[in-house]
């Protein structure tokens, strides 16, 4: 956290891609990756499902403490799942300690406005760094009829930016604002004094998030403010057809795995024609 807040202080922007796998977290730590979410979106990336209400607690806690053995180094960001903390702020901080102690996450990320005020408060005390959502939440879809800008209207804006300055207040250690117009983002990030990571948010924030998958060109649509920057999904299938190839040829290159002439002597003198060869059966 220390050293994302040292670079905003500097005038440094950071980068932040979700992440779910050891594997792929020391990638992108080695790209120079500065933040890695262990979203809510492994639900509909990892999971199959329609959206990110169906992220189980267990499941994102082991994701995360995969991510941070494959990326020490990096901030790793959890992102706490539909009613881990709605029900009563004990669950919370509860659910919340669980994700730094078992996920060994660096910050828990909580899709909140203002009323949530008091959790954030209690997650401060604990120790807990919270990354307070607001703006399009994700988790709030089904009760919009699907995701949604934010902050389109003056009121709503307004308000977007209460929500922004009470959890601060309350002990938020950073922002991250989802879906909002750029001048509303502009002035959120004007009235707090804590990092502001931005999803499709605009320019103005210190951090910027996309889901890795719509970077890489994996998914079978992306937002606009995640242009793919490779093609990485054609690859893959380029790759898995020349598997293919190759099985249906035998073209499977040097067999590594040999026995010594001792050994084979031994097999072959015990599967062979000698008088003391064990007769081998096809089914």
Known sequence: MRSVQRMVRTGGRFACLTCYD???????ARAGIHVLLVGDTAAEIVL???STVHAPLDFLIQLTAGVKRGAPGCLVMADMPFMSYHACDADGVRNAGRFMTEGMADAVKLELDRSFAPLVALLARAGVPAVAHIGSRPQHAKRHGGYYAAGKSAASALALIDDAVALRDAG???????ATPAEVTERIVASVDIPVIGCGAGPACHGQVVVLQDLLGMTEWQPAFAAPAARVGEQISAAASEWVRRVASGDLGEHPYVMGAAEREAFERRTGNGPNARKVTTP
């Open 172 to 178: 938020a250690s950073m922002l991250l604002v989802e």
């Open 48 to 50: 199959g499902h329609p």
């Open 22 to 28: 050891a594997t792929t977290a020391r990638w992108l």
